[in-house]
């Protein structure tokens, strides 16, 4: 790398990667700091440095994780248990730090943000479970997408959640972080306030992550009031019947979200074909997102990964936080579905923590693809042998990234 920050340096690499196009073979690319000069072409001034092991990809982009639970060590509870009584472990975990959270949670959101900068990951589509305090994010280098999470079961809290979107959604823009709505789920939030905040979304044009689809528990609930998920709520004290109103069904959801101006579903693990068959009628504007390791550690039932990708939904891949996952290490997540789903051209992979997940958080226009202008975050991986082009995805999978500068 130059001395001088503010040089141009191009870059020579076995293989350029800029995911819109074809992959360049002994491609050039030029950035400087902060941006890409050029694709294709050396723009420096001087020898392009040569990486002839090296494929250069766009950095990766998380769609979904929660930041606050980074500090937690490994997932609670054991491989394979019931959602439902994972929940009450996520909430205790908080619970224990009594008055003392806030204070820690810029801790864990930092030691986060260097874990996913550590690995490649250039921006986080991140779910935040108060408001935002700004230093949280200030120091990062990787792009943060804040989604406030909304919580609140009781219509009567509809007013004030929708207020606090609005909060959010201004305090971010004054601060120059891109702002994102998160109503929970089905079971802890109102069905009005999912109308409103896909309402609010088409208006202020912001991303809205909704975790939908989950589990069949949380379908037995929508549907029946039946379950696990009952069981929970009154245990929890905070349950009634409006919501959502017996009888719902993940469609009413994807109805109400189509609304928005992008929605993130996220997990989509038991959606059905005809609800597949209604996002792939929206034009690109509703994204799965699949959490491979969390999916894995709940022991679910097989993604609908392949209907997806057959019916041109859009998919991205998450980490989801550490009380479900080992680590945000957003690439394990690639192969673990790509081991999980041989079936799949691994190219789709490398789209989906690219540019998918970054069409999905709003913030295309900076990162997903290799093109002038665009961020020189950029990721490269260290090839063990020469590939030819129908070789070279599959290396990509076997190999790990870094990030380039
Ligand atoms: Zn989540």
């Known amino acids: 790398m130059s001395n001088d920050a503010s040089k141009p340096v191009c870059y020579q690499a076995a293989w350029i990667v800029p995911v819109s196009s074809p992959p360049i073979a002994g491609g050039l690319i030029t950035v400087d700091q902060n941006q890409i000069l050029a694709v294709g072409e050396n723009l420096s001034g001087t020898a ?5 092991d090296s494929v250069i990809t766009p950095g990766l982009v998380n769609a979904h994780t929660h930041l606050e639970f980074s500090g937690i060590e490994k997932p609670l509870g054991e491989q394979g248990m019931e959602f439902t009584q994972w929940i009450p472990k996520a909430v205790g975990y908080r619970r224990g730090f009594e008055g003392q959270w806030i204070k820690n949670r810029s801790q864990f959101i930092s030691k986060g943000l260097e874990e996913s900068s550590n690995a490649s990951v250039v ?3 991140e779910i935040s479970t108060s408001p935002v305090q700004v230093s949280d994010y200030q120091d990062s280098l990787a792009q943060v997408v804040s989604f406030l ?18 909060q959010h959604i201004h305090q971010c823009r004054e601060a120059n972080i891109v702002p994102g709505i998160s109503p929970h ?3 802890s939030v109102h069905p009005e306030t999912v109308q409103q905040i896909a309402l609010l979304s088409q208006k202020h044009q912001f991303p809205v992550a909704m975790h939908l689809a989950e589990s069949k528990a949380e379908l037995q609930f929508i549907e029946k009031h039946e379950g696990p998920f009952r069981e929970m709520l009154e245990q929890f004290g905070v349950w009634n019947d409006l919501a959502p109103p017996k009888g719902t069904q993940i469609l009413d959801y994807l109805k109400w979200l189509s609304k928005s101006h ?16 209604f996002l792939a009628e ?3 504007r509703m994204t799965v997102v699949y959490c ?22 859009p998919v991205a891949i998450g980490t989801d936080s550490r009380a479900s996952t080992p680590n945000l ?3 394990q997540d690639v192969q673990t579905a790509a081991l999980a789903f041989m079936g799949i051209a691994p190219q789709y992979f490398l789209e989906m923590v690219t540019i998918n997940a970054a069409k999905a958080l709003g913030i295309e226009n900076r990162f997903g693809t290799l093109a002038a202008g665009k961020s020189s975050a950029c990721s490269q991986f260290q090839l063990q042998k020469t590939v030819t082009e129908s070789e070279l995805f599959e290396a990509l999978i076997q190999s790990q990234p870094r990030p380039l500068l």
């Open 282 to 284: 929206q034009q690109g």
């Open 123 to 125: 921006a986080v589509g």
């Open 262 to 277: 992008h929605t993130l579903v996220i997990h989509g693990n038991y959606l059905s074909e005809k609800e597949i068959g």
């Open 185 to 187: 789920a089905p079971y």
């Open 329 to 331: 290490d957003l690439w």
């Open 48 to 52: 392009p440095v040569e990486l002839p």
């Open 149 to 166: 999470e909304l919580i609140g079961r009781d219509p009567n809290q509809t007013e004030e959640l929708i207020e606090a979107a609005e």
């Open 292 to 313: 491979p390791r969390t999916h894995a550690f709940f022991g679910h039932d097989r993604h609908p990964l392949p209907q997806l990708l057959k019916y041109q939904v």
